[in-house]
């Protein structure tokens, strides 16, 4: 094991947010039909940076709701136990929305496929647009985030680990590289 | 990821579950509890699981809850009742299991007369059991979703009062409410007539036994009041249904020497006019239906929890 | 003349005063010598009893062997193998066979078939004929079939003016009632003791009272006529109190108790391995619910077990009676409600009565008194239950040290329903002597 590198400091991580949002005005001159839904766990406290910044940039507050991809996971009853579940908050309608969906890492894409899955299961947005911090690629599904805050390139034996300051205490992103035959934790 | 382990592979009973694994499936039934408030009421977690409801006591309430329950977390369910199964040809339960084993069903949750007859069956086969009625032993999804009723109402469980009122000797809804409180140190009071009072509730550890239902009730948060089984009629238990409606029965004079905010909750099916004034049923501070509701979202964390402790 | 010497015991028989190393002879299937044989008096066989205790055959008054009738739970022949392996000489096998031994034709069948069996069987006639309560049997021409006492067992007869004529006729013909006690409302559909554990399974309980108030109610009717009256397994320290007064005011009132009664409580049905802690030897059996914990009268309380334990060694119960009741395997493997009463005893009841020994409840020689002399007695079998010199020969050589565990699958009864499977226990038959024959001799015994 190597000691962690650090690829966003708390300084990089607010300026990729920032960039990101002016990505999304860009796409979007009009907000008045966009939601964003971030997923558990540090998804929804990066929707919730997004969403401030894009108040101040635009003066339109979206609608943020948070969603726990848990019950739509492939690989129940692998293992021992199941993940803890908890709640799914979407407190408004995602008919005829775009839904911009905020996660801290794409890496093989079930998580995403997952969320999909859920998000279907609240109604029938108009489109929904993928937003990610971090790309490590090693993708198993054919999907392709919308907004990419920077790129890492891992191999699955490296950790890539997000941290944000709600949860963790301090801001960035950094991946611990893994030596041969560590598999990886995911 | 952190793992929710569930360390059983059946439910049986209260009896044999800590405190932290209550807590863990109430938690979990929270969760569920907003997947039943969707559009589309159905999550895929257990999707290509089969979910047998084994029911050998007929039980139109408990079965449907089971069944949805299976059913929105995508589980295949089949209901087997005593009447279309091969219990009239007189097969023993211990075959019947090993029959429906053979069908590789994931859970199997049953109802059965006979008090152990769940336990016994988890012996027996692979799959996962749950409880859903014993005898007169346990019911333990019934108190699970009495529990999320009661903190969803008065915001905690530890240090709650709980009055049980009716038939304690013959409920198992009390039973299994009984060894959550114990747990849980929920303070318990129970109140019925002397004929259908267990004659020795020790290993309950602290419960109060109330001869009158105003003692049971007086500093009560929760009430609980017990269906009185009609067929008890005419067995000298009690002298009979206007008796038991006037000295058990919750109605609103008897409801008002309970603390105002104290909720009223019943396992249903209700006889009204016996235990439950028809008033009180449908009052403010009934939470009967709340438990309808928990009840769908506590069965589906317990399949989720089960199939997740299985390897 | 056949001669078996058994050698060196430890003879135990209090009822000739004995307790003592020496030697014992058998002749022609009497006992003809305690102490060291004549010189040059050869045996035909002799038994190196060295470290091993010597008693009068132990004879166990409550066995059920279903025959005829119920040949699949158990047979005359296979139950009196598990009498002989248990260090049984007789055993009195209850009536309520199909059909019910209340006819001498039964008895007659019975006796034949114990001809050829390798322990006594003492036949116990109904009291009325199929069980029913309704009419008397034909006692006297049962007494000359050769019943050595009547009894409905299983059920109490409940018509008291029956039972008291039923005791007039006994009495007169010099034969004892054994009484099953037990109110049969108050029974009502339980399943076990009712108390704590009853209460916190759920499971219908048996109130005491239900056994209780019918012994009072029989021993009333024996006094008023002047009866003997013998109370099946007794199972409350109520009863105890009512035996115990009964006797005090010279009531011919003598009665027996179960090993499972003496060594469990209530407890066990709901976990099995409850107690005592250190006899289990780690095995798959159900712990809880466990059918084979279900008999009547039911496992009742702690403390019901200490007042028995006392009665026992105070000479208020006068026996220990197994109520060996087999049942085939499928039908104890239901749920507990469904399942038939009854435990087998006959294999276990020696370690369990020698534990009592070990713990200091009895002495060996009132455990000696509570096997043989007493049942000899209570059923007056004359030339049993002693060795004093012409009495008959029949002998239980008792290794007490030996340690083993319970497995219900070597029994010798077909039946395998016992609560203790799975025990460690100390003490067996090393070998059991009819009339001078060895019927059984332990594996491993010279």
Excluded at chain 3, 24 to 45: N, Q, S
Aim: glycine content about 10%; some cysteine.
């Amino acid at each position: 094991m190597t000691p962690d590198q650090t690829i966003l400091d708390a300084r990089g991580l607010e300026v990729v947010l920032g960039r990101m949002a002016h990505e999304v005005i860009e796409h979007h001159p009009v907000l008045d039909n966009l939601v964003l839904v971030g997923v558990r766990s540090r998804g929804v406290h990066l929707a919730e940076r997004l969403q401030c910044r894009l108040a101040e940039l635009s003066g339109v507050t979206l609608p943020l709701g948070i969603l726990d991809i848990t019950m739509y996971r492939d690989d129940l009853g692998l293992g021992a136990g199941n993940p803890v579940l908890e709640r799914t908050e979407i407190p408004f309608s995602l008919e005829e929305k775009t839904v911009i969906l905020v996660d801290d890492v794409i890496h093989t894409g079930r998580t995403v496929r997952a969320a999909l899955d859920g998000l279907m299961d609240f109604g029938r947005p108009r489109a929904i647009q993928l937003l990610v911090l971090v790309d490590r690629g090693g993708r198993e599904l054919p999907i392709r985030p919308d907004y990419v805050g920077t790129h890492v390139h891992s191999s699955p034996r490296d950790k890539v680990k997000v941290r944000v300051g709600e949860r963790d205490g301090f801001d960035a992103v950094m991946v611990e590289y893994g030596t041969r035959g560590q598999e990886a934790n995911l | 990821m952190i793992k929710a382990v569930f360390p059983h592979k059946d439910l049986l009973g209260i009896r044999n579950l800590g405190r932290d694994e209550i807590v863990m499936i109430l938690d979990t039934a929270e969760s569920f509890k907003e997947v039943s408030r969707r559009p589309i009421k159905k999550v895929p977690s257990l999707r290509g699981q089969t979910v047998i409801n084994l029911f050998y006591e007929p039980s139109t309430r408990t079965r449907t809850s089971f069944e949805i329950a299976a059913k929105r977390l995508s589980a295949d369910a089949v209901n087997i009742s005593a009447s279309t199964s091969s219990v009239v040809k007189g097969e023993t339960l211990a075959d019947t299991v090993r029959n429906l084993q053979a069908m590789a069903p994931d859970i199997v949750v049953m109802r059965h007369a006979c008090a152990g007859a769940a336990e016994y069956v988890a012996g027996i086969i692979a799959a996962g059991v749950v409880n859903a009625g014993d005898g007169a032993h346990e019911h333990p999804t019934q108190a699970l979703l009495d529990l999320l009723t009661m903190r969803q109402h008065c915001g905690r469980l530890e240090g709650l009062r709980l009055a049980i009122i009716g038939d304690i000797a013959h409920s198992r809804v009390a039973r299994s409410n009984l060894w959550a409180c114990r747990t849980l140190g929920i303070h318990a009071r129970v109140c019925g007539p002397p004929s259908m009072m267990p004659r020795d509730l020790a290993d309950f550890g602290e419960v109060e036994v109330c001869s009158r239902p105003e003692d049971a009730i007086a500093t009560a948060d929760v009430i609980m009041m017990l269906r009185l089984q009609l067929e008890r009629q005419g067995t000298g238990l009690f002298p009979s249904l206007e008796e038991y409606a006037r000295r058990y029965g919750l109605n609103r004079e008897r409801l008002a020497r309970a603390p105002a905010d104290a909720v009223v909750m019943h396992p249903g099916p209700m006889n009204r006019g016996v235990e439950i004034a028809g008033d009180v049923a449908d009052g403010r501070r009934a939470v009967i239906l709340d438990q309808v509701e928990n009840g769908v979202a506590v069965r589906m964390a317990i399949l989720y929890l089960l199939g997740g402790s299985r390897s | 003349m056949k001669r078996l010497l058994i050698r060196g015991g430890r003879l135990i028989d209090p009822s000739c005063g004995r307790d003592e190393v020496t030697d014992l002879l058998l002749v022609d299937g009497k006992v003809a010598e305690i102490g060291p044989p004549a010189v040059g008096a050869a045996a035909d066989r002799e038994i190196d009893a060295t470290g091993g205790w010597v008693i009068p055959g132990a004879i166990d008054m409550h066995v059920h062997l279903r025959e005829p009738g119920q040949e699949y739970k158990e047979t005359i022949r296979t139950g009196a193998e598990a009498a002989a392996a248990g260090g049984f000489t007789g055993v009195a096998c209850m009536a309520n066979t199909v059909p019910v031994n209340d006819h001498a034709a039964v008895t007659r069948f019975i006796l034949e078939r114990a001809a050829t069996a390798p322990v006594r069987v003492y036949p116990v006639g109904a009291v009325t004929r199929g069980l029913a309560g309704k009419q008397l049997v034909d006692m006297g021409e049962m007494i000359d079939a050769g019943v050595a006492a009547f009894s409905d067992d299983g059920r109490t007869v409940v018509d008291s003016a029956l039972l008291r004529h039923a005791f007039e006729y006994a009495a007169v013909l010099g034969r004892t009632i054994i009484c099953h006690c037990q109110d049969d409302r108050l029974f009502g559909g339980g399943v076990m003791h009712e108390g704590r554990v009853s209460a916190s399974l759920g499971l219908p309980g048996i109130p005491a009272i239900a056994e209780e108030v019918d012994i009072d109610r029989c021993i009333r009717v024996a006094e008023y006529v002047g009866a003997p009256l013998h109370i099946a397994h007794v199972g409350t320290r109520g009863a105890v109190a009512i035996i115990a007064a009964a006797k005090a005011r010279g009531v011919a009132v003598t009665a027996e108790v179960t090993p499972h009664h003496l060594m469990l409580d209530h407890r066990a049905v709901h976990d099995l391995y409850y107690f005592p802690e250190d006899v289990h030897a780690a095995r798959n059996w159900p712990r809880r619910f466990n059918t084979w914990t279900k008999m009547s009268p039911p496992l009742r309380e702690p403390e019901d077990v200490v007042a028995l334990r006392r009665a026992l060694a105070e000479g208020v119960i006068d026996t220990v009676a197994t109520d060996h009741a087999p049942h085939e395997q499928n039908e104890k493997e239901v749920e507990f409600a469904s399942a038939p009463f009854g435990v087998v005893g006959l294999e276990t009841a020696l370690p369990l009565v020698l534990a009592l020994v070990r713990e200091g409840v009895l002495t060996p020689a009132r455990m000696v008194d509570c096997l043989s002399g007493a049942p000899a007695r209570i059923l007056g079998l004359a030339g049993r239950g002693s060795l004093a010199p012409g009495m008959d020969a029949d002998v239980t050589v008792i290794d007490p040290g030996c340690r083993w565990v319970v497995e219900p699958e070597r029994f010798r009864s077909r039946a395998r329903n016992t609560p203790f499977a799975g025990w460690r226990v100390q003490g067996r038959a090393a070998y059991t002597v009819v009339a001078g024959e060895v019927v059984y001799a332990a594996a491993g015994a010279s």
